[in-house]
């Protein structure tokens, strides 16, 4: 082997380690959004650029005769375009997603609200966790002999 040869070597080494890198990369969001038949949460500008870029990466590995070039832009194409696919075959399904994230946001700060109510003190959502602010009249409530002041 000449020079020559080991540095082709590495390249396609490198190459097929990158292909595979991108396969690690989408596949497991392919098989999620299947999976939760719904796309929420997915950007889809993203995926339609990304399967665009795929077309010229596709089309530039055939031109200079790349092979682990071309089998890297082929799989971020077929992700990418099952991707799209499912987010216009689930449109339904992420719309009512949405719809039920709201509704459950809304009784969140229904509880919220129920916990101030009950407790007179401020209570703060935040990340799906209800929080008592601890200078409100709670701390008060609970250092004090149990009478609650305002």
Request: charged share 20%; glycine share 8%; net charge negative.
């Amino acid at each position: 082997m000449t020079a020559e040869d080991d540095k082709r070597l590495a390249a396609d080494v490198l190459g097929y380690m990158t292909a595979a890198g991108l396969t690690i990369l989408l596949l497991p969001q392919v098989f999620k959004t299947y999976k939760a038949k719904h796309t929420m949460g997915l950007s889809h500008k993203m995926n339609i650029t990304n399967f665009f870029i795929a077309i010229c990466g596709i089309a530039y590995a055939v031109l200079i005769g790349e092979i682990p070039l071309l089998v890297g832009e082929v799989v971020v194409f077929f992700c990418a375009g099952s991707l799209i696919i499912m987010n216009l075959n689930y449109k339904g399904n992420t719309k009512k997603m949405k719809e039920m994230h709201q509704k459950y946001l809304k009784l969140e700060e229904q509880e919220a609200k129920n916990l101030e109510d009950a407790f007179h003190a401020n209570v703060v959502v935040e990340d799906g966790m209800a929080h008592v602010d601890t200078n409100s009249s709670i701390a008060a409530f609970i250092e004090g002999n149990g009478d609650v002041c305002e």
